[in-house]
């Protein structure tokens, strides 16, 4: 089974439907590290667990066996026993939330007590940086061609235009793709934004070779040419 959520929704369905104001941080942080919660058993053969990561996109994947977590989204995964009961996990309070990059001498995983507020201010502040694993969509899109560069504009850009032109002089062969008029295109922009961790402002973005480069700057991008072509335009 493999289920893919909005992080809110996830969040939501993991912890319970409790709300989470400023005001009761430090008591669950509290209640976290000193009372008696209920204790799991990790490996790789451990029947009645959900293993939730964190996607690049800020989206989570479920999965039912440690061997279906990626190798880049293993260092913090929520464990949910659904033998246990909510109340029994206190999901009010806390997240199981384990390490599977490495076993102990028992062959189980580790895993810590996490306050809900540590998790969504430490973990989902940077989902790119967190969560490596690129969604299922995206592994198609994110290829990138090392004979010519790849300008991801619009129509109205006039900076793109310039890209463009410049390009052209310099004989540095281009695809031009436009991603308001080519849903494909800004899909496949996004996809590699999220390979690339880089937050996206705005157009021209240009593929070199898979480097992406937001914006137009002649010297980097006759640079990076040359570092794929090993030649001068």
Request: charged share 30%; aromatic share 8%; glycine share 6%.
């Amino acid at each position: 089974m493999r289920k893919t959520w909005k992080t809110w929704l996830i969040i939501s369905i993991l912890v319970g439907q409790f709300g989470c104001t400023h005001s009761d941080h430090k008591d669950e942080q509290a209640d976290a590290g000193q009372q008696d919660f209920a204790k799991i058993r990790i490996t790789d053969d451990a029947k009645g667990l959900l293993f939730t990561y964190l996607m690049a996109d800020g989206t989570f994947t479920t999965v039912e066996s440690v061997k279906d977590v990626p190798e880049k989204a293993r260092s913090q995964v929520i464990v949910v026993d659904t033998k246990l009961s909510p109340e029994q996990r206190r999901s009010s309070q806390i997240l199981y939330v384990a390490d599977l990059t490495s076993k102990r001498d028992d062959g189980t995983y580790p895993y810590s007590l996490v306050s809900r507020f540590k998790f969504e201010r430490d973990i989902l502040r940077n989902p790119i940086e967190e969560g490596g694993v690129l969604p299922k969509e995206c592994e198609a899109l994110v290829k990138s061609p090392k004979d010519h560069v790849v300008l991801y504009a619009t129509e109205w850009c006039g900076v793109c235009k310039a890209a463009a032109a410049f390009m052209k002089n310099v004989k540095i062969p281009f695809e031009k793709k436009d991603v308001e008029k080519d849903p494909q295109a800004q899909k496949e922009l996004s996809c590699k934004a999220l390979k690339a961790g880089v937050r996206l402002s705005g157009v021209p973005v240009l593929d070199v070779g898979g480097k992406l480069m937001v914006g137009f700057d002649r010297d980097s991008l006759v640079n990076a040419w040359k570092a794929i072509n090993h030649s001068s335009p």
